[in-house]
């Protein structure tokens, strides 16, 4: 059984950093994109980072560049997500997801429906 764990959530004071990790159990994504999502109470969940199978890519939504940096480490099997200069408005449960095919080339990185696998999420909560 595929699953994907985060970790590292937590309550940080805004301007404070958080880094969250993704491990998947069950089997190895070093060839495909992986990505991070977000849910807020009420709202939709959206797209925050992706990074392409080999982290020659990588892909933020507007509201998170330049403060948030996604990396991997294949030889760990881990995706990290670092958060710095949180606002209030970062708070969310974050998903990591994995993206079902391998090698994909397309940039469609926040569409949802890339991606095959997702994890069961972490709580970032950002005080005011």
């Known amino acids: 059984q595929v699953q994907l764990v985060e970790s590292g959530g937590g309550l940080v004071q805004a301007g404070g950093s958080l880094r969250l990790s993704c491990v998947p159990s069950?089997?190895?994504?070093?060839?495909?994109?992986m990505g991070w999502f977000r849910q807020a109470p009420t709202k939709e969940r959206e797209f925050v980072a992706a990074i392409s199978w080999s982290g020659g890519s990588k892909s933020y939504a507007d509201s998170v560049k330049g403060r948030f940096t996604i990396s991997r480490d294949n030889a760990k099997n881990t995706v990290y997500l670092q958060m710095n200069s949180l606002k209030p408005e970062d708070t969310a449960v974050y998903y990591c997801?994995?993206?079902?095919?391998?090698?994909?080339?397309?940039?469609?990185?926040?569409?949802?429906?890339?991606?095959?696998?997702w994890g069961q999420g972490t709580q970032v909560t950002v005080s005011s």
């Open positions: 997801a994995a993206d079902g095919s391998p090698l994909n080339l397309n940039s469609d990185y926040a569409r949802t429906s890339r991606y095959d696998y």
């Open positions: 069950g089997r190895t994504f070093s060839r495909h994109s």
